[in-house]
C-alpha cells in the first residue's frame, strides 16, 4: 500500500508515486531522470523556466471571502478573485495531478519557535522540491516523525496551464492565495520564485495579527556583540549581496519578521541574482553555486558545462537558490538582536541621490513606504531612459494588508528602540544611466561598515535642500569628493534640473498613492521646488 500522506484530503486520490522529504541527491537523481535539467561542472542542478523567467504580478489573485474581505488592501497589486473561480481551477489542477509522481516538501516559516508556521509543498516537478527544501526551513528527523497537519499548503503545477477564457484568469499562469483555506495554487509558471514568494505573502498576512513586522529584507549581526542590522531594497539594490558581509553572520537574505525578541528568518535558504556574477565581487554566492543548489536561466556551455554569466539571452533575472548554510558565516538557526540599525537601499539611475544620508524617524517613514528604485533602459521593452519605481515598503507585491499597517508598526520600533536609519545609493554617480558610473561596491561596503558601527555618529553632515536629506561629508575608506552627488557631475546645471525632475516624482507618487498620511511624513520627503 502506498503511503499518501494524507493527499487525498487535497483530492490526489490517485498519484503514481508520492515521495516526501527526498534528500538532495534524491532529488538531483529525480530531476535529471525526468529531463528536468542538467548538471554544471559545479555540480549544481541547472534548469530553464520557459516563458516566465521572473514573477508574474498580473497573474497573482487572492480569493476572496467574508473572513479576509476587510483585512486586504484590494486594488491593482491585491486582486481578487472569486471562491468559485478559484476552486473550479484547483479542482483541474487535482486532475491534472492524479495518476502523476508527486514531490512532497514539509517544512517551516519562521526561525522564531513563537511564529513558526508549517507549509506543506505540493510539487509536480523534483527541481521546484529542490527549490523549495533549499528555501524553506528544514525540520529535523524528530519534527517531520511529528509533523502533522500543515498550517499553509502550496501546490504547484507550472504544466497545468490555464485557458484564461474558461478560468476567468489573464494567461495561462495563475498564482491564487486562499487565506481563509489556507491553500496556494500555482500553475503555468515554472518561475520557482512564485512559491517563495507565496508564503511570504502568507507570512505578511499572519505575522502582524501576532503584533510581528514582516520586512521585505536581509539581515545580518555581529558574531561578538550581536548587533543586528537590516536592508531594505527592491530586486537588483543589493539585499543580498550587501548582507553577505564576510565579517558578520547572515541571518538571512530576504524576508523577516521583527518581533519583542528580536529579527528572525523566515526561510531557510537564498535566491540570488546570478547576473555578473564574479567570484571577487561576491564570493559567497559564487561558491553557494554547488551540488544542492538549483540554478534557474543561467546559459552554460554544452560541452564544459562551464556557466556564462554575463549571458542574458534567456533573462537578466538569473538565479540560485540555495540551503542558508552554503555562506560559511550564516547564522543558524536565523535569530538576531533587536535592529541597531536600519538601511534603505536604492539604485539611483538618475545619479542625484546622495551615496548614503541619515533618516529622522519621519524620513524613515516617507522612505519606507515610498520604497524608491530605477528601472533600467533595456530592462523591459520600451523603456529608453531610467524610470521611477515606488514600490510600497520596499514590498508591495507581497503586502496584502494596508501600508499604514507595516509603517506604523516600523516607526513604532524606530522610536522605542531608538533605531538608527540610512537611506544608502548603491545606484549611479557622476552622471545618470549610460553616462555616469555605478557606485563601487567597495565604497558602498565601507558606508555600510561605517553605519554599522558607529563612525557616522560624530561627523560633519550637509542638508540637501532638494531631497531634504542629511549626508555625511566624510567616510572612512571613501574618497570625499563622492559624498555629495552634485559634485561628480562635470554639469552641475544638468545635475539640478535631474535632481529636481526626480524630487518631483517622489512629491507626485507620494500626493497619489498617501493622500491620508501624516503631515510630518509628508513633510520629511523631497522638494521639487
Not at 486594488?75 to 508527486?102: C, H, M, S, T
Not at 537574505?253 to 518581533?259: I, M
Request: proline letters at 6%.
Amino acid at each position: 500500500m502506498m503511503e499518501t500522506y494524507g493527499l487525498e484530503k487535497l483530492g490526489i486520490v490517485n498519484p503514481k508515486a508520492v515521495y516526501r522529504n527526498l534528500t538532495p541527491a534524491q532529488l538531483t537523481e529525480a530531476a535529471l531522470a525526468r529531463g528536468e535539467g542538467k548538471l554544471s561542472n559545479k555540480g549544481a542542478l541547472v534548469v530553464t523556466t520557459g516563458k516566465y523567467t521572473g514573477r508574474s504580478p498580473k497573474d497573482k489573485f487572492i480569493v476572496d471571502t467574508p473572513a479576509v474581505h476587510d483585512d486586504i488592501a484590494w486594488g491593482n497589486v491585491n486582486v481578487p478573485i472569486e471562491k468559485a473561480k478559484f476552486d473550479a481551477i484547483k479542482a483541474k489542477v487535482v486532475a491534472y495531478l492524479q495518476n502523476r509522481e508527486i514531490f512532497l516538501f514539509d517544512g517551516m516559516a519562521g526561525a522564531d519557535p513563537v511564529c513558526t508556521r508549517k507549509f506543506r509543498i505540493v510539487n509536480e516537478l523534483a527541481s521546484q522540491n529542490l527549490f523549495i527544501r533549499d528555501l524553506l526551513i528544514r525540520p529535523t528527523a524528530e519534527e517531520l516523525e511529528n509533523y502533522g497537519e500543515p498550517d499553509f499548503t502550496i501546490i504547484a503545477a507550472p504544466g497545468f496551464k490555464c485557458v484564461p477564457e474558461i478560468d476567468g484568469v489573464n494567461s495561462e499562469a495563475a498564482i491564487m492565495i486562499d487565506y481563509e483555506a489556507k491553500l496556494v495554487v500555482i500553475c503555468g509558471s515554472q518561475y520557482s520564485g512564485e512559491m517563495k514568494k507565496s508564503v511570504f505573502s502568507v507570512m505578511n498576512y499572519l505575522m502582524p495579527k501576532e503584533g510581528v513586522l514582516p520586512m521585505h529584507c536581509s539581515a545580518n549581526m555581529d558574531p561578538e556583540t550581536q548587533e543586528t542590522a537590516v536592508f531594505f531594497g527592491l530586486s537588483g539594490t543589493g539585499k543580498t549581496t550587501l548582507s553577505a558581509d564576510p565579517n558578520r553572520k547572515l541571518i538571512g537574505d530576504d524576508e523577516h519578521g521583527w518581533s519583542e525578541r528580536g529579527i528572525f528568518n523566515f526561510e531557510g535558504g537564498c535566491y540570488a541574482k546570478c547576473i555578473n556574477l564574479t567570484e571577487e565581487n561576491e564570493p559567497e554566492i559564487y561558491n553557494a553555486i554547488k551540488f544542492g543548489s538549483l540554478v534557474e536561466n543561467v546559459v552554460m556551455d554544452e560541452e564544459t558545462r562551464e556557466f556564462d554569466f554575463t549571458d542574458d539571452s534567456l533573462t537578466e533575472n538569473t538565479r540560485v537558490g540555495y540551503p542558508v548554510d552554503f555562506i560559511s558565516n550564516a547564522q543558524v538557526p536565523g535569530i538576531g538582536g533587536i535592529p541597531k540599525v536600519v538601511i534603505f537601499l536604492t539604485a539611483d539611475a538618475f545619479g542625484v541621490l546622495p551615496p548614503i544620508a541619515r533618516l529622522d524617524q519621519d524620513a524613515a517613514m516617507y522612505h519606507f513606504v515610498t520604497g524608491f528604485t530605477s528601472k533600467l533602459a533595456g530592462t523591459e521593452r520600451g523603456i529608453t531612459e531610467p524610470q521611477p519605481t515606488f514600490s510600497t515598503l520596499f514590498g508591495e507585491p507581497f503586502m496584502p494588508m494596508d501600508p499604514s499597517v507595516y509603517a506604523n508598526m516600523l516607526g513604532e520600533r524606530i522610536q522605542k528602540y531608538n533605531t538608527k536609519v540610512y537611506l544608502v545609493n548603491t545606484g549611479w554617480t557622476g552622471g545618470p544611466y549610460g553616462v555616469g558610473s555605478r557606485m563601487k561596491l567597495k565604497y558602498t561596503r565601507a558606508m555600510v561598515t561605517a553605519a554599522l558601527n558607529g563612525s557616522f555618529d560624530n561627523v560633519e553632515y550637509k542638508h540637501d535642500d532638494i531631497f531634504n536629506l542629511d549626508i555625511p561629508q566624510s567616510c572612512p575608506d571613501v574618497p570625499s569628493e563622492i559624498m555629495n552627488p552634485r559634485d561628480t557631475w562635470a554639469d552641475k546645471d544638468a545635475y539640478d534640473a535631474q535632481a529636481k525632475k526626480l524630487a518631483k516624482m517622489f512629491q507626485d507618487n507620494f500626493e497619489k498613492k498617501y493622500p491620508n498620511m501624516p503631515e510630518n511624513i509628508k513633510a520629511a520627503g523631497p522638494k521639487a521646488e
